[in-house]
């Protein structure tokens, strides 16, 4: 876990090994550099229309994030579909007509 952040500590590096990121101090909290990253395949059967995805492993807050679906088996094209964070910790993917059976990267970036 962060230790507590302080006026005296402005600047200080911290690396939490818990989540793999690093923080700086900014005098009153601890702000995570960098960019947070969510990289999952998912699977669609050919007649599914709705994914919901749990998103909280890896991005703090869903809403905060840019979204987007590759198809794994055609050179990872992006597919124009209707993806809704629906909480901060949920993305809601919507299709139609439903996507063809098999492999579909969801790539988030907070």
Excluded: C
Aim: without cysteine; proline residues 3%.
């Amino acid at each position: 876990t962060l230790p507590a952040a302080s006026a005296q500590s402005v600047g200080r590096f911290v690396w939490a090994t818990d989540v793999n990121k690093a923080y700086i101090d900014n005098g009153s909290s601890f702000q995570v550099l960098g960019v947070s990253k969510y990289l999952a395949d998912t699977v669609w059967n050919g007649t599914d229309t709705t994914k919901d995805i749990n998103v909280s492993a890896n991005i703090q807050d869903a809403r905060n994030a840019i979204w987007a679906l590759h198809d794994n088996a055609n050179d990872f094209e992006k597919m124009f579909v209707n993806i809704k964070t629906i909480s901060a910790t949920t993305v809601r993917i919507t299709v139609s007509p439903a996507l063809p059976a098999g492999s579909y990267r969801l790539i988030g970036l907070e």
